[in-house]
Antibody
C-alpha cells in the first residue's frame, strides 16, 4: 500500500526559508516522478514542482521559479521542497504527490501525502 | 493560460445520479483527471485519463468527455460521497498543469 508521509511546515516570516520532506513507502520510489501541489485560499489547488524519477529534471510553476527547489534521495525514498524568500501568498497546505506514470511524469497524481500547513506571516 | 471551469456546488438526493462538469477549451484533446477531497483530508484520485478508475474506486464513478466539457458521473450517490471534486489536466500547449476550481457535492 502506498504511503506518503510528510514533515516540515509551520509558521515563518516573509523572506525566510522552510523545508518540507516526504517519505514514500509501498512502491518503487526510484521509478516515479514526484510532485508538490499546494492548496491555497482554502480550496484552490496549484501545482508547484516536479522532479523526474532519477532526479535529473525539475520543473516549477512560474510563481515559485527561482525561490523553491525540489530534490530527492532515492536511497531514502524521500523528496524535499526547499522554500526560500517566502511570501504571504505562499501560505497554504502543501502536498507531495506521486505521479501516476512510471519512468516519466504525466502530471496525474495518484497518491498524495497528508499535507503540511505553511503559514507565512510576520 | 488554460482555464478549467467547474460549478461551485451540486446537490443531489442520496440514491440519485450526480453529474459534475468541467469545462475547458477543446478539452476533448486533453487527458482529464478527477480528484475527491473530503474535509480535512488530502485529495484522492477517483478517475484518470478521462474515465479510468484507480484500484479501489467504485464502479459508481465514471467519466466522459464531449466537445468542451468533461463529466464525472456518480451513480447511486451516497452520503459518503459528499466532498469537493476537482478536475485537472496537463495542457501541453502551454506546458501547464491546471486544476478546476472544484465542485462541492452535497447529498441531501
Amino acid at each position: 500500500q502506498v504511503h506518503l508521509v510528510q514533515s516540515g511546515g509551520g509558521v515563518v516570516q516573509p523572506g525566510r526559508s522552510l523545508r518540507l520532506s516526504c517519505v514514500a513507502s509501498g512502491f518503487d520510489f526510484s521509478i516515479y516522478g514526484m510532485h508538490w501541489v499546494r492548496q491555497v485560499a482554502g480550496r484552490r489547488l496549484e501545482w508547484v514542482a516536479v522532479i523526474s524519477f532519477e532526479g535529473s529534471n525539475e520543473y516549477y510553476a512560474d510563481s515559485v521559479q527561482g525561490r523553491f527547489t525540489i530534490s530527492r534521495d532515492n536511497s531514502k525514498n524521500t523528496v524535499h521542497l526547499q522554500m526560500s524568500s517566502l511570501r504571504r501568498d505562499d501560505t497554504g497546505v502543501y502536498y507531495c504527490a506521486k505521479d501516476g506514470t512510471d519512468y516519466n511524469y504525466m502530471y496525474s497524481f495518484d497518491h498524495w501525502g497528508q499535507g503540511s500547513q505553511v503559514t507565512v506571516s510576520s | 493560460s488554460y482555464v478549467l471551469t467547474q460549478p461551485p456546488s451540486v446537490s443531489v438526493a442520496p440514491g440519485k445520479t450526480a453529474t459534475l462538469t468541467c469545462g475547458g477549451n477543446n478539452i476533448e484533446s486533453q487527458s482529464v483527471h478527477w480528484y475527491q477531497q473530503k474535509p480535512g483530508q488530502a485529495p484522492v484520485m477517483v478517475l484518470y485519463d478521462d474515465s479510468a478508475r484507480p484500484s479501489g474506486i467504485p464502479e459508481r464513478f465514471s467519466g466522459s468527455k464531449s466537445g468542451n466539457t468533461a463529466t464525472l458521473t456518480i451513480n447511486r450517490v451516497e452520503v459518503g460521497d459528499e466532498a469537493d471534486y476537482f478536475c485537472q489536466v496537463w495542457d501541453g500547449a502551454s506546458d501547464q498543469t491546471v486544476f478546476g476550481g472544484g465542485t462541492r457535492l452535497t447529498a441531501l
